[in-house]
């Protein structure tokens, strides 16, 4: 075999291989509508479900979902903003900056279980919150913390330099410059690093189980001190805890699931791409 | 960045009363700020502490022989905590033999290979990838991929290699995305010299790109390896949940295991809080947060070490 037939082949191989890895996830999403699409209907979005989980639809869980969805981003955004502005503008090149990214770094690493254990331990038992919204959002809050961050991060860094000389040259303290003339050129890609962080909160399994989530409730919560039930939860519930339940149902709440977080990721990208193309400098 | 202090320290010597309460309330904003940086400090802390103090229990009142040993069965008051480990090492080890040569490959098509528009198309459908919740692919591991494993002829569809094969794909998009970084970083020179000299394309990539982009393609490892062993939903649904060490064999990948993370989220809703059970699940805790802890440590160590390679380097 010459070179030439030996390179031909390798790039050959090498695509070959390349679509292993992109056809599976056009499959999966494909085979979740496939199945799932069927039996979507306005009443399966908007009951309870009824007769031991195996009838009915997937009302509070998917507003179970919604609660947490927002309770994590009130947990989450301030601390991570905050957190982001002292990376990106008044951090030194010192020790105490390299540990401050050490700990993101661990805490992006840190399992979602473990994350779960540490909302029981701190949020349910030792503040009393018990097992309620609250205490499940902070747990997730805490988990999104890391992509937050470090997108809030990149997008202080992307506003030019200049704009800051500028503004300080003309007297503005360090604050005011970062208030009016960096955050708000920055305010797209901090909202798509928010964004994302939420879609991968909505879809968590793991932190909520034993810090928020309820096997079957189908009265909707009433305070944030309430357990609710959850999507991600209620499929793991309803695919191997409930015997004889439905295939369909179980299609229904994944492929339910799924559209819900990919279009919190789709409306980040969506974002992320427009800012780009319409950022002037 | 701002840090020149002699621009922060210039206003007149005199401020007016007005411009002096402007700048107190300044001071708080910017101590807030502060505070916000360390708190990522202090709440790895304080998730060590709450693990410890929840956790730390179970290594006194637990022997350590009895820890050590090979079963897992807490209704015995058995603790072994070895098969759990050789599950997620099983485990672990089978997702990143599998995601690794995947995603480099993948990360060289899409970097040295791949015409533009299907760059652009390819691209965003890998980080679809990574929304995906790992419940969802768990569910589908469960009702579609299992199936398939047992047909295939293992003795049952809920496997260690089920769970590898899940965790694989659940991984690619962060090998992906830092070998195609690190893929990026190698020199155009690189490649022009080793094509001026008469290699093909294949020779370049191999040879040259690749070997250059080592210490990247070493990070990705260790992160993907860190992603891994921390997964806990779609593991806990298609690895069979079996607390038992599969016997060193050729088929060892075709038996049923039990993850450390398994255990913790499908044994926690059941046992009573600060019972000796609670307590060692606590502990298993521990054990993944070290775990973790180190090969996060790792890697970003590595990444540190790589840039500085590479500037003194060019």
């Known amino acids: ?281 | 960045m701002l840090k020149t202090e002699q621009v922060a320290s210039l206003p007149a010597a005199h401020p007016a009363p007005a411009a002096r309460r402007r700048r107190s309330g300044e001071w708080w904003i910017e101590q807030l700020i502060r505070g916000a940086g360390l708190s990522t400090i202090v709440i790895i802390g304080l998730i060590f502490l709450f693990l410890l103090r929840e956790g730390l229990p179970a290594f006194v009142r637990i022997s350590p022989l009895n820890l050590l040993g090979v079963r897992w069965y807490p209704i015995e008051e058995l603790y072994g905590l070895l098969p759990l480990l050789v599950g997620s090492l099983l485990v672990t080890v089978g997702a990143v033999v599998i995601a690794v040569p995947l995603g480099l490959i993948t990360a060289i098509y899409l970097g040295e290979i791949a015409p533009l528009w299907q760059r652009e198309l390819l691209k965003p459908l890998i980080e679809v990838l990574a929304g995906i919740p790992s419940i969802v692919l768990g569910f589908l591991g469960w009702v579609a991929l299992a199936p398939l494993v047992q047909q295939a002829g293992a003795p049952t569809g809920l496997t260690a290699f089920t769970g590898a094969l899940i965790l694989a794909y659940m991984s690619l998009p962060t090998i992906i995305s830092i070998s195609e970084d690190a893929l990026y970083a190698v020199p155009k020179e690189y490649r022009d010299a080793a094509l001026a000299i008469g290699a093909t394309e294949w020779q370049t990539i191999w040879r040259v790109v690749v070997p250059a982009a080592r210490s990247g393609i070493v990070i990705a490892t260790v992160l993907g390896i860190g992603r891994a062993i921390g997964e806990t939903m779609a593991v806990m649904m298609v690895t069979g949940n079996a607390a038992n060490i599969p016997a060193l064999a050729t088929g060892m990948f075709f038996q049923p295991v039990r993850t450390m993370t398994a255990t913790i989220a499908a044994e926690m809703g059941e046992v009573a809080q600060g019972s000796l059970h609670y307590q060692a699940l606590f502990a298993i805790g521990i054990v993944l947060f070290l775990l973790t802890f180190a090969i996060n440590s790792l890697a970003s160590m590595l990444i540190g070490g790589g840039k500085q390679q590479r500037s003194n380097q060019l």
């Open chain 1, 1 to 281: 075999m010459t070179r030439q037939q030996t390179n031909r082949l390798a790039k050959i191989a090498i695509s070959l291989v390349a679509a292993l890895v992109v056809l599976p996830i056009v499959l999966v999403i494909s085979y979740v509508v496939y199945n799932g699409i069927g039996v979507i209907s306005w009443e399966f979005l908007f009951t309870a479900p009824r007769n031991g989980m195996r009838e009915g639809g997937i009302w509070p869980a998917l507003l179970g979902t919604v609660f947490l969805t927002f309770g994590t981003a009130i947990a989450a955004f301030p601390l991570a903003i905050a957190t982001a502005i002292y990376l990106a503008e008044y951090a030194g090149d010192n020790r105490l900056t390299r540990w401050v990214r050490l700990a993101i770094v661990n805490l992006a690493g840190i399992p979602s279980i473990v994350y779960g254990l540490f909302g029981l331990g701190a949020f349910v038992l030792f503040l009393k919150l018990g097992t309620s919204i609250v205490a499940g959002s902070l747990t997730l809050g805490l988990m999104t913390l890391p992509v937050v961050i470090s997108t809030a991060e990149e997008a202080l860094l992307a506003v030019p330099q200049e704009f800051r000389t500028v503004s300080l040259s003309l007297g503005a303290t360090r604050w005011q410059t970062i208030r009016h003339q960096v955050l708000p050129h920055a305010l797209p890609g901090i909202i798509t690093g928010i964004i994302l962080g939420l879609g991968r909160a909505a879809g968590e399994t793991a932190p909520i189980l034993f810090t928020v989530a309820a096997f079957y409730l189908p009265e909707l919560p009433r305070s944030i001190f309430d357990q609710t039930m959850a999507l991600p939860y209620h499929l793991y519930v309803i695919s191997t805890q409930v015997p004889g339940m439905p295939l369909s149902l179980q299609y229904g709440t994944a492929l339910v699931l799924l559209l819900v977080v990919l279009s919190l990721t789709l409306v980040a990208t969506v974002l992320r791409t427009r800012m780009r193309r319409r950022r002037q400098w």
